[in-house]
């Protein structure tokens, strides 16, 4: 019997791929404002959401979300203060989010052991309910990260110049919170609570060793989501492991791997001439053809350059220099 | 104070007037007044710590203001929202962050303040970034990581980036701090190419370097207050003698107390 006819074992597979693209897409934007480890932080808030769930006995999915968004936000706007006590305000955070999930899981009758299948996945936990509401956010993180990909890598970049853009910085910081939040919840049946920040930054930091720009990091880093993934929770099905601690340990070794490839790519490419503009360079680039004489009635604008004067033309500015003109 | 007076607001790209900012406990700005008229390149100087960042800054909305109002283009901050008329360069050594980003990519998180979320860029959005790019000559390296840039070049970067919302204003922190000679002349070109389309340039400086002949105004600030407003302060060469000049001016220094 093969396993894809086990029906817990098409969902684990689908919840795994949703998670694997999920992860990698708002990570790419946390790594890329140097906030790694706010998907740690967010799941161990969302261990207190699970907790709530089993105490009330409403589903761990939804109280996590809720939870996990409500700590999310905390982190953001304590982080927007940027006051110097954030960094400790953050951790009492972190750990009150772990330990009110174990109290309140004590509380409810259940051992902590029943947490385990939050903290590091399990392949046989996720309901048809489960994967309705997982597949739903998966969806909604997926087109909002590459739908706003223009407005949040701005953010990310420089929050300041998209400030001075007019881009409404702080409903962005919030979305990325709030995306981070809903990814967290979409992960813990597949790598969990404790490792999901694992997926969310190693396929970022692997693809980062290959590429130059951000649209094919965030591609690549999709793709060296879902892969450890799948593979992971495949494994996870003949050995009886966590499918998190494989999941992560398969998309580590894939970091091992491209670190020295993107080494030996970074060097040639440094090696490529540093070629200068040959304007600034003082060398003579003429104009191409020209029809007319630059002059007072030509309409094009006059900018004194040193001792001679320039005239733009079309974006370019040219200069007399015998019968024909320079580029300037 | 008096060119102030000459100058009709409406005219005028920027106004501030008698802006004061306090940061933390700590007053920086104590009612400057600073116009930018159509056209004109205005240069901000004055020593470290005298608030000329601070002063630009709050110019574009990026700074609350404790007391005093700033215009831009004639509309008062509060209710101005055509950001794709406003390019501004902040004062920074790097375009770099977490993830690699090509020039091309920064540049164009520029012409976000005329796109719309959710839809892809235009055929003219896709125009304005090349020329920006080819404007600071970084034609031919488009397509590389920033990081992999000299500081010299990732500032350029930083000029295409305003440069490519095509703006009316641009506003530039220190273009040339720390920046290689080769940069700061293809900033000086790209600047006389902005110029010459008859833009206006609010640009805080530390050292003239290749951009003097291009300043048609000078606006000096000494501990938060401007001490003189007006053609550039000393002629042409001694870069860095001004600031001694002035703040020991006692003249230059009554202007800016009733300025």
Redesign the interface.
Do not use: H, K
């Given at each position: 019997m093969s396993l894809l006819d086990y029906d817990f074992m098409q969902r684990a597979l689908i919840a795994a791929l949703l998670t694997g693209l999920a992860a990698p897409a708002v990570g790419t934007y946390l790594v890329q404002r140097r906030l790694a480890l706010m998907g740690d932080g967010i799941g161990h808030v969302a261990l207190t959401g699970v907790a709530v769930g089993l105490l009330t006995g409403w589903a761990p999915v939804w109280t996590a979300i809720v939870v996990a968004t409500a700590g999310a936000i905390t982190i953001e706007a304590v982080r927007a203060r940027g006051k110097a006590s954030a960094d400790v305000a953050l951790a009492m955070l972190f750990y009150g989010g772990i330990a009110g999930g174990v109290l309140l899981t004590g509380l409810a009758g259940d051992t902590a052991a029943n947490l385990y299948a939050y903290l590091f996945g399990s392949i046989t936990t996720v309901s048809n309910g489960d994967l309705l509401v997982i597949g739903a956010l998966a969806i909604a993180v997926l087109v909002l990260g590459i739908g706003l990909q223009p407005q949040l890598f701005a953010v990310c970049q420089d929050e300041e110049y998209a400030r001075a853009s007019g881009v409404p910085v702080r409903l962005y910081n919030i979305l990325i919170a709030v995306m981070a939040a809903v990814t967290v919840t979409v992960a813990m049946r597949t790598v969990g609570l404790l490792l999901v920040s694992a997926l969310m930054v190693v396929p970022v930091a692997t693809a980062d060793q290959l590429t130059r720009g951000f649209k094919a990091t965030f591609l690549l880093a999709l793709g060296l989501g879902v892969v450890p993934s799948l593979s992971g929770v495949v494994f996870a099905y003949y050995v009886d492991v966590a499918p998190g601690a494989s999941i992560v340990v398969i998309a580590l070794l894939g970091f091992g791997l491209a670190w020295p490839l993107g080494a030996m790519i970074n060097r040639r490419r440094r090696r490529r001439a540093n070629g200068e503009d040959p304007r600034l360079a003082g060398r003579h680039v003429t104009a191409e053809e020209h029809p007319h004489q630059h002059g007072e009635e030509c309409g094009h604008p006059a900018v004194e350059h040193d001792d001679h004067t320039d005239y733009l033309h079309d974006g370019h500015l040219h200069a007399a220099h015998g019968p024909h003109y320079d580029e300037h | 104070m008096l060119v102030n007076e000459v100058i009709n607001d409406t005219d005028c790209v920027v106004t501030v007037r008698g802006a004061v900012v306090v940061l933390g406990e700590r007053p920086v700005l104590y009612g400057a007044d600073l116009t930018v008229p159509a056209g004109q390149v205005v240069a901000l100087l004055g020593p470290n710590g005298s608030g000329k960042s601070t002063l630009v800054r709050a110019a574009?909305?990026?700074i609350p203001l404790a007391a005093g109002q700033v215009r831009l283009f004639g509309t008062p901050l509060a209710r101005f929202?055509d950001?794709?008329r406003?390019g501004?360069v902040?004062q920074r050594s790097t375009?770099a962050?977490?993830?690699?980003?090509?020039v091309?990519?920064?540049v164009?998180?520029?012409r976000?303040?005329r796109?719309r979320?959710?839809w892809p860029?235009t055929a003219r959005d896709r125009a304005a970034v090349d020329?920006a790019i080819?404007?600071v000559?970084?034609?031919?390296?488009a397509?590389?990581?920033v990081a992999?840039l000299?500081g010299g070049q990732q500032q350029r970067v930083l000029i295409a980036?305003a440069a490519a919302?095509e703006p009316d204003l641009l506003v530039l922190d220190e273009p040339n701090a720390g920046v290689d000679m080769?940069s700061q002349?293809?900033f000086a070109?790209a600047l006389?190419?902005f110029?010459?389309?008859?833009r206006s340039v609010l640009v805080v400086l530390h050292e003239m370097g290749p951009l003097e002949?291009l300043i048609d105004r000078a606006v000096v600030l000494s501990s938060g207050q401007v001490v003189h407003d007006g053609p550039l302060p000393v002629p042409a060469g001694v870069a860095g003698d001004w600031q001694h000049h002035h703040a020991e001016s006692p003249r230059a220094a009554q202007e800016g107390l009733f300025g």
């Open positions: - | 574009i909305g990026l929202r950001w794709g406003v501004y902040p375009a962050s977490g993830v690699p980003a090509t091309r990519e920064v164009a998180s520029g976000l303040a796109r979320p959710f860029a020329e080819e404007l000559g970084l034609g031919d390296r397509e590389e990581s992999n000299s980036r919302t080769p002349e293809a070109r006389r190419t110029v010459a389309s008859g002949q």
